[in-house]
């Protein structure tokens, strides 16, 4: 604390991203980071840009980019907004969308950015709960609000949500916006993005972090109305014009581009989750249906508490989040299938009675 930091400052609560340990060598599932490196076509291309016109300013609109994006889901270029990771895409969708004088609406158990965006950003929240199977509460988000956010999956629980609920929420609710955080969408879930057309007030918002192998790189996108996307533009441009640089422009382009390699790595990731899932569950562990990168864990017995502890002591770091109703809890994301059978031995180890 500092008596020069002023009063907003003061009351931060910012977010705690998951340990980027340096001590020693983990097997590291405890980011929902992609195990497999990005396209060899994505390495081309950044080193193809690492050139002498980075001594330029990139393109503030970030045309190029914006247009490969909206080919890959058939709409429009004034459809695509893009920022520096989709947390930051995030941060500038609230700061546009959200009504100060009304509340902001998200489940109790979901991605903690959210409350600290709010906190940031002096908006009033109020959270939905979850129901006890973890599903969303759909009718919970059918009243008077000034801002709805939902991920989809859900993180950390790995839910998905049907898109007819989806579909519910953006209806009852035409006079605020609703952003459907897409960040494990490919990993088995059907995009909303079909949507837009249909609903002025739909965003949506993807990362290149999970999918596509480059959290490092910081690419995240919103898809919505143009109308929605001039919005953003409005505040990034009030902000930072570059929030792209010209070696992000070209990897994330390459990497929207070489849709082959994309489906390989993602299929690869489904089914050794789908793989992991059935074997913990034939060792006594309740495992939450996942259609995300990662999966949602608890032992009848163990204390998950325990079960981080003793993982981090084998070598293998996961996510353990001490916050009320998920305190049995483990997150797991899907690292490779040698990761995931080392992963799976230790962890018998730590139920053995
Ligand atoms: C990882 C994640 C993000 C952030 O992704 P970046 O693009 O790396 O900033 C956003 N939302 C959810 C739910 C995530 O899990």
């Known amino acids: 604390m500092s008596k020069f930091w002023n009063e907003r400052v003061k009351k931060l609560e910012p977010y705690v991203p998951g340990e980027q340990p340096k001590d020693q060598k983990y097997i590291k599932l405890n980011t929902n980071e992609n195990p497999y490196p990005p396209s060899p076509k994505v390495i081309e291309a950044i080193k193809a840009a690492a050139n002498f016109k980075l001594k330029l300013y990139p393109d503030p609109n970030c ?4 247009r490969v994006v909206a080919d890959y889901y058939n709409i429009s270029e004034d459809e695509v907004f893009v920022g520096n990771g989709s947390d930051e895409v995030l941060a500038f969708s609230f700061m546009t969308f959200f009504d100060s004088k009304k509340t902001v609406f998200f489940a109790d158990i979901t991605y903690s950015f959210y409350k600290v965006y709010t906190n940031l950003l002096g908006l009033k929240c109020e959270l939905i709960p979850l129901k006890d199977d973890f599903s969303i509460d759909v009718d919970g988000f059918l009243k008077e609000n000034g801002g ?6 859900n993180a950390p629980t790995a839910k998905y949500i049907e898109l007819n609920d989806i579909k519910r929420i953006i209806e009852y609710n035409f006079n605020s916006v609703v952003i459907v955080d897409e960040a494990y969408i490919d990993f088995g879930g059907e995009s909303a993005v079909g949507l837009i057309k249909e609903y002025p007030n739909l965003l949506i918002v993807q990362t290149l972090s999970k999918s596509r192998s480059l959290a490092g790189l910081r690419v995240g996108f919103a898809m919505g109305d143009s109308k929605l996307i001039e919005g953003l533009l409005r505040v990034k441009n009030s902000i930072n014009s570059y929030t792209l640089d010209r070696i992000a422009l070209a990897g994330a382009e390459a ?5 082959e390699y994309f489906q390989k790595t993602r299929e690869k990731i489904i089914i050794t989750r789908d793989r992991v899932t059935n074997e913990l569950r034939k060792n006594g562990f309740k495992v939450i249906e996942s259609k995300a990168n990662f999966i949602f864990i608890s032992h009848p017995k163990i204390l998950a ?17 001490n916050a009320e109703r998920i305190n049995n809890y483990l997150r797991v994301s899907i690292g490779n299938d040698e990761e995931m059978d080392k992963f799976v031995e230790k962890i018998k180890e730590c139920v053995i009675e």
């Open 148 to 153: 709805i956010i939902i991920p989809n999956p």
């Open 63 to 66: 045309d190029s980019l914006r």
């Open 255 to 259: 990497a929207f581009k070489d849709k």
């Open 305 to 321: 508490e325990h079960i981080f502890k003793e993982l981090k002591k084998k070598g293998i770091l996961v996510r353990y989040f």
